[in-house]
């Protein structure tokens, strides 16, 4: 009975709790694959370090019920199209109301993109902006272009009888020589005909009206949706110079940043921001974070005095970890002579990061950045794989991807 009880008072409690947040209703089907579940995260985050929820498709649908304290960005995507390393997102505003999905087959199969229908006040308005983006920009060029390859209008003879063979060939070497020699085609400037050329020259332009188009919008509608497409615009962006970027960071900080405190979004492009002062010849980023066995480290204190490599890595990523191992012979012949090194894994669970560091037998501190745990690599500007800084004595960046070899000759004239 006392158990009993509990439980009715913890449905009761969680239904109090509820009753207090917008009520976000997800509707979907599946259509013309086996898909088996669809995955939900919040904003644009990395699953292999955010949470995510996972909804099962039954019979070709799916629902959730998405409980939030305020509106807020999310995604939704295919679990197997995620396992196989292509999956085409789903963006959405978890608001008040009721949302309906539609998911088509693997992205892998060039399958149509997944689809949104919702009356909900910010889902009308994204689905409208990107409607009137699509109608003004994408679809005339689509059309044009769809219209030159029906009149054999976009490869030279040289590059179609390339391309013919490509499509046809099943042999992986000879895909490596026929890709080969369709890149020195194009660098030759001899795979695409005159038409095609002042096609993407046309292009190019389009896109530069399209973007003026969205900043526009975003200057006049300071509301979720412009953020929504200024975190969009700072994805494309990251590697731009920092004049491209100056107008979206203008904008951000007079209409965006004092206003969305604590969304998601606002949170990214901060840190983007951030971000572009992480350069060589500027100082290090301090943080405090902890080792794994829970003691904290704070970065600056680890590394005074000494030149230091920062590693940022993880243990799903592949390149990072064959980077890391590249340091522990420089690590071993110089520890004692004012070199150290720390590591920084960005992890979904610290077990993952256990067996790595005991697999490549990193013998430095490493330290756990768990499911984003304040946003650490995207304050430095990492996107998706890690990085190394090379760090003065006195916490000047000296050097940002720096190689083995590069470190040890550093090394040599320093100490």
């Not at 998405?66 to 807020?72: A, F, H, N």
């Not at 499509?167 to 095609?196: A, G, H």
């Not at 190019?204 to 300071?222: F, G, Q, S, V």
């Not at 946003?375 to 916490?395: H, M, P, Q, S, T």
Request: aromatic share 12%; with cysteine; proline share 4%.
């Amino acid at each position: 009975i006392i158990i009993a009880f509990a439980t009715l008072c913890g449905f009761a409690q969680d239904s109090i709790s509820n009753n207090k947040k917008l009520h976000c209703h997800i509707e979907g089907e599946v259509k013309e694959s086996t898909f088996t579940r669809i995955l939900l995260i919040i904003g644009d985050g990395d699953p292999r370090v955010v949470p995510v929820d996972t909804i099962w498709v039954k019979d070709g649908h799916f629902s959730h019920d998405l409980y939030i304290d305020e509106p807020e960005f999310y995604q939704l995507f295919a679990c197997e199209d995620y396992n196989n390393g292509c999956w085409m997102p789903l963006d959405f505003f978890a608001e008040e109301g009721d949302v309906y999905a539609t998911f088509y087959g693997y992205a892998i199969d060039d399958a149509p993109l997944p689809t949104l229908h919702s009356e909900t006040p910010l889902n009308k308005e994204l689905l409208a902006c990107n409607k009137s983006i699509e109608e003004r920009f994408y679809i005339p060029m689509r059309q044009e272009e769809e219209a030159l390859e029906k009149a054999g209008k976009l490869l030279t003879v040289e590059g179609a009888a390339l391309k013919k063979l490509y499509d046809e060939c099943e042999d992986r070497d000879s895909l490596r020589n026929l890709s080969k020699k369709i890149e020195q085609l194009e660098k030759d400037n001899r795979l695409y005909t005159p038409e095609y050329k002042a096609f993407m020259e046309k292009g190019e332009e389009l896109r530069k009206e399209m973007y003026a188009y969205e900043l526009d919008y975003i200057t006049n509608n300071p509301n979720l949706v412009g953020l929504y497409l200024l975190n969009q615009a700072r994805q494309r962006l990251y590697n731009k110079d920092d004049a491209v970027k100056q107008p979206y960071v203008d904008v951000f900080k007079r209409l965006y940043d004092a206003k969305y405190p604590t969304n998601n979004m606002a949170i990214a492009l901060r840190n983007w921001v951030s971000s572009m002062d992480v350069r060589v010849g500027s100082r290090i980023i301090d943080f405090t974070l902890p080792d794994l066995n829970g003691a904290k480290h704070t970065l600056s204190k680890e590394i005074e005095g000494k030149i230091a490599i920062v590693d940022f890595w993880a243990s799903w990523c592949g390149p990072c970890r064959r980077t890391s191992m590249s340091f522990i012979p420089l690590y071993n012949k110089y520890k004692d002579k004012g070199f150290t090194v720390v590591g920084v894994a960005s992890e979904l669970d610290s077990e993952n990061m256990r067996l790595a560091v005991e697999k490549d037998g990193y013998p430095w501190l490493n330290l756990l950045a768990l499911r984003g745990v304040d946003n650490i690599w995207e304050r430095y500007g990492i996107r998706g794989a890690g990085e190394v800084f090379l760090v003065d004595k006195d916490g000047t960046i000296l050097v940002i991807g720096a190689t083995a070899e590069e470190v040890e000759q550093i090394l040599k004239e320093r100490l």
